[in-house]
Nanobody, 121 residues
């Protein structure tokens, strides 16, 4: 496994933007795929976006067109640019790294501690 450190969460008004960052301790096959999941109180964890080492990405329908995921392989870092934020985006956001892009498995791979994103209306 790899250690993941997130940053960039916070409080923002609806319509605003935030950028999350997540750095992996090392580059191995365990970080071939990196992504972001989120979990709000009382709700199931869900995939927000994921990106493979070659740059291919997937997004949840709810964030398509508003969020952009990217990665810098030289820095072992993945980013999540979140635009036009809505109150329903409020959740704890977790960085994830996994060897294969099996994003539908919600608890696979290495995880960061999470960073809180709160969007006020």
């Amino acid at each position: 496994q790899v250690q993941l450190v997130e940053s960039g969460g916070g409080l923002v008004q609806a319509g605003g933007s935030l950028r999350l960052s997540c750095s992996a301790s090392r580059s191995t096959e365990q970080s071939n795929n990196m992504g972001w999941y989120r979990q709000a109180p009382g709700k199931q964890r869900e995939l927000v976006a994921g990106i493979s080492r070659d740059g291919s990405a997937v997004y949840a329908d709810s964030v398509m067109g508003r969020f952009i995921i990217s990665r810098d392989n030289s820095k072992n870092t993945v980013y999540l640019e979140m635009n036009t934020l809505k109150p329903e985006d409020t959740a704890n956001y977790y960085c994830n790294a996994r060897p294969t892009a099996n994003w539908h498995f919600l608890y696979t791979g290495s995880w960061g501690a999470g960073t809180q994103v709160t969007v006020s209306s």
